[in-house]
């Protein structure tokens, strides 16, 4: 079992900064690591995700330029720093973790709210 707990959201106005962060706890081998996020009225979209040893990341065409994640394997942590915010970043963000290779996210947070206003 793995707990995530996501910690950063807020209200920010638009062109502003948030740092999210999302800690796990209860299992030791996480691999992908991940930010999903949810606007409202829509699907769920991946953000930003980094592979174990951070050497591979992906950010959405959405995000990219403006969006960075990092991650500390002591700590067991993944990050998300979002700049120049927009109001259509504001949703629910969500922390996942991979704990089998290639498996698939099997654990998630239980989310942290975005509000850009305008």
């Known amino acids: 079992q793995v707990q995530l707990v996501e910690s950063g959201g807020g209200l920010v106005q638009a062109g502003g900064s948030l740092r999210l962060s999302c800690a796990a706890s209860?299992?030791?081998?996480?691999?992908?690591m991940g930010w999903f996020r949810q606007a409202p009225g829509k699907g769920r979209e991946l953000a930003a995700a980094i592979n174990r040893d951070g050497s591979r990341i992906y950010y959405s065409p959405s995000v990219k330029g403006r969006f960075t994640t990092s991650r500390d394997n002591t700590k067991n942590t993944v990050d998300l720093q979002m700049g120049s915010l927009k109001p259509e970043d504001t949703g629910d963000y969500y922390c996942?973790?991979?704990?089998?290779?290639?498996?698939?996210?099997?654990?998630w947070g239980q989310g942290t709210q975005v509000t850009v206003s305008s």
């Open positions: 996942a973790v991979e704990t089998v290779p290639g498996g698939g996210y099997d654990y």
């Open positions: 209860g299992h030791t081998s996480l691999y992908a």
